[in-house]
């Protein structure tokens, strides 16, 4: 220690905050914990939706999107529909049903009993009438190798795709005629592209 030497004790001086500063700092307070709590409530929202929209999704409106142009001009490739889960459908419906690990779209043409002809230009009659099809718009045989007249058997349909010339469907024993433990659903709607959304006819 240097003698001689002069201590400077140094007065800090602190100063107590005013009421403004202290009730700022409370609402910063209150508001973190209003954020956090908000934010806590919305994921878990937004998870309560998102679990109940995949299990709608599962179990009563499966989504497809559609490969393919068997069934154009109604549905195009790489549209999204959605289906109704269920097993009650009638002709002129447009089906999904699982087909060698994969899902085919086709429409009802005719239910179990009845007798399909189609004759050389693509007409289709079903029990000797012939069939309105306004949502094709070019008819054609396609590849068909069964015999015709052709009865549905007991507890399937007949199912056709709108392209004619190119779909693969009841026509073609390769696909045969559909069971109803087959069908994913009917289609309701497309739901995709956002402009051509719609219910399906």
């Excluded at 230009?121 to 009438?129: F, H, L, Q, S, T």
Aim: aromatic share 6%; hydrophobic share 40%; glycine share 8%.
């Amino acid at each position: 220690m240097i003698q001689g030497s002069r201590m400077k004790k140094r007065q800090i001086e602190v100063e107590a905050p005013t009421l403004e500063q202290l009730e700022a700092e409370l609402k910063k307070e209150q508001y973190k914990r209003n954020y956090g709590r908000v934010l806590r409530s919305t994921i878990f929202s937004l998870l309560v939706v998102a679990a109940a929209s995949v299990l709608i999704a599962v179990l009563l409106l499966p989504v497809l999107q559609i490969n393919g142009t068997s069934m154009t001009e109604t549905l195009q490739d790489g549209n999204i529909v959605v289906a109704l889960n269920s097993k009650k459908f009638s002709t002129g419906d447009v089906i999904a049903f699982y087909y060698n690990n994969n899902i085919l779209v086709k429409r009802v043409i005719a239910a179990a009993g009845d007798w399909v002809d189609i004759d050389e230009e693509g007409n289709v009659y079903v029990n000797g009438e012939l069939l309105e099809e306004p949502y094709i718009s070019e008819k054609a045989l396609g590849d068909c190798n069964i015999t015709l007249p052709y009865q549905v058997p007991d507890g399937k349909c007949f199912v056709m795709g709108d392209h004619r010339a190119t779909s693969i469907d009841s026509r073609n024993t390769a696909v045969g005629c559909i069971s109803d433990g087959v069908v994913v659903g009917r289609i309701l709607l497309r739901v995709w592209p956002l402009e051509e959304a719609g219910f399906i006819n």
